[in-house]
């Protein structure tokens, strides 16, 4: 996503990542030092984590602890929603393909393009 988000920033596109839960929390070698969220600052350093541990570029909003959003969107661990201007969801995946996204943000700016 980082190369879209370099792509599209000058194209009047926004990104965010939402950080909602740890889908592997306590498993395999990686993920073992990490529990689920026991409040909302433990998610928030975990987040700041995220964030230092991958250079991440793309700003991270944090769910609260009771994952609304992930409740009213859904709980697969990288979903993707493109939402136009008008605050329509204009592409949902439940999983995230670079290249099917940046054919549907490409789609999206040559329609703005022509409605302009």
Known sequence: ??????????????????????????????????????????????????VEEFGMKIPVLVDDVDEAVVNAYGRMPNMVFVIDKEGNIAYKASWTEQPRVDRVLDELLAEQAVTA
């Not at 792509?7 to 596109?13: F, H, M, S």
């Not at 529990?35 to 600052?41: D, G, M």
Request: overall charge neutral.
């Open 1 to 50: 996503m980082d190369e879209l988000y370099e792509r599209y920033k000058e194209k009047d596109v926004e990104f965010f990542v939402v950080y909602s839960k740890e889908p592997h929390a306590q498993e395999r070698k990686y993920f073992k030092k990490y529990t689920q969220h026991t409040s909302f600052e433990h998610k928030m350093g975990y987040a700041k984590e995220l």
